[in-house]
């Protein structure tokens, strides 16, 4: 079993899981479809487990909020003591669980940490949806470790030709 730290709803951990990572730098054509994505996810009332720490990764996260579907928070540092009053209300609410695969004395997110926590989350999801990940980056890199690639999908696109030439499944957009 995998070790972490936790607070919010644990029985979350027992949904289907999509695990959702992506690049810092996403191409414009690429965000829209994204932010559809979530939606459609929201709608459908699927469970997304990220680190929704990229900028595209944020604002995946303020869509899913509005939502009632459960949510995993991965942190690439320990846990805080504190959180945003959304992020608050969303664990009053049993729907979001935060997990960290550090102690609390890991403070600050660095690229070591979220290389980690991005293979967390490649552990512990069922399923993956990476919408751009940038050639020769750490996503690809996690990409090409991962023996099941069968549960890896990104969209359809020029951008992501490496990533499907690598096994990943590719989605319509």
């Not at 995998?2 to 191409?27: A, D, R, V, Y």
């Amino acid at each position: 079993m995998i070790n972490f730290n936790n607070t919010g709803n644990l029985e979350i951990l027992k949904s289907s899981k999509i695990g959702f990572l992506c690049s810092q730098k996403c191409p414009a054509n690429l965000i829209l479809k994204t932010y559809d994505w979530a939606l459609r996810q929201r709608e459908a009332g699927n469970c997304i487990m990220s680190g929704f720490h990229s900028k595209i990764e944020q604002d995946v996260f303020y869509f899913l909020l509005k939502g009632s579907q459960p949510m995993i928070l991965v942190l690439g540092r320990g846990l805080k003591q504190k959180y945003p009053v959304a992020i608050s209300v969303s664990m009053k609410n049993n729907r979001l669980l935060i997990i960290s695969p550090f102690n609390e004395n890991i403070k600050r997110v660095s690229k070591e940490t979220s290389i980690k926590r991005n293979e967390f989350i490649f552990q512990i999801a069922d399923e993956i949806f990476i919408p751009f990940a940038i050639k020769g980056g750490s996503l690809e890199s996690l990409i090409i470790k991962t023996n099941d690639k069968t549960k890896i999908h990104t969209f359809d696109c020029d951008e992501n030709k490496h990533l499907t030439n690598l096994g990943v499944n590719s989605i319509e957009i």
